[in-house]
T-cell receptor, first 111, second 114 residues
Framework: ELKVEQNPLFLSMQEGKNYTIYCNYS?????LYWYRQDPGKSLESLFVLLSNGAVKQEGRLMASLDTKARLSTLHITAAVHDLSATYFCAVVSFGNEKLTFGTGTRLTIIP | DADVTQTPRNRITKTGKRIMLECSQT?????MYWYRQDPGLGLRLIYY???????NKGEISDGYSVSRQAQAKFSLSLESAIPNQTALYFCATSDLSGTEYGYTFGSGTRLTVV
């Protein structure tokens, strides 16, 4: 059974600082997704990572994937208040199309 | 109009009542999913369907049933609602290949069982 773990669960950081959210998963995966969720809202797709060593960047967010370590990271550079949200990683198990989600990281950026 | 539409957006119901949550999509995707979100637990898969004649249980299907009325419609039913089914419910779709950004989520239905 695929398990996906994120840490930290809660993260409070100052504007301008850098930080990383980690996503570990337990079995071989086809793809890994990162999503953002604002309170009471739906999920917004940020990145999909398809292969070992994949790196994608959008603004102050950068995601990477190490399939050998079964680890993905979401790095935040010079955080701004607008990045405050809950971030989820989700993994598709090899051979099927079911997304399994991590528990989420609630990120709060303090001015 | 949204690609994936869920109705109702909010619902309060009493314990023991039957309730249906509806999902319709204009993406033309074959695959549809129902997820439940609880604080601190992320999203958990209830049921999924890869085409009209295919229905599969997810990790938390007990107490729920689904109906795939057409390619575009996938409904979730709680036959006899109980308070621990209070949660935020999301419908999602994906295309056959699950390509980049291939999962589309609805806006969610907030269900409260009292």
């Amino acid at each position: 059974e695929l398990k996906v773990e994120q840490n930290p669960l809660f993260l409070s950081m100052q504007e301008g600082k850098n930080y990383t959210i980690y996503c570990n998963y337990s079995t071989t995966s086809d793809r890994l997704y990162w999503y953002r969720q604002d309170p009471g809202k739906s999920l917004e797709s940020l990145f999909v990572l398809l292969s070992n060593g994949a790196v994608k960047q959008e603004g102050r967010l950068m995601a990477s994937l190490d399939t050998k370590a079964r680890l993905s990271t979401l790095h935040i550079t010079a955080a701004v208040h607008d990045l405050s949200a809950t971030y989820f990683c989700a993994v598709v198990s090899f051979g099927n199309e079911k997304l399994t989600f991590g528990t989420g990281t609630r990120l709060t950026i303090i001015p | 109009d949204a690609d994936v539409t869920q109705t109702p957006r909010n619902r309060i119901t009493k314990t023991g009542k039957r309730i249906m949550l509806e999902c319709s999509q204009t993406k033309g995707h074959d695959r549809m999913y129902w997820y439940r979100q609880d604080p601190g637990l992320g999203l958990r898969l209830i049921y999924y369907s890869f085409d009209v004649k295919d229905i599969n249980k997810g990790e938390i299907s007990d107490g729920y049933s689904v109906s795939r009325q057409a390619q575009a419609k996938f409904s979730l039913s709680l036959e006899s609602a109980i308070p621990n089914q209070t949660a935020l419910y999301f419908c999602a779709t994906s295309d056959l290949s699950g390509t980049e950004y291939g999962y589309t989520f609805g806006s969610g239905t907030r269900l409260t069982v009292v």
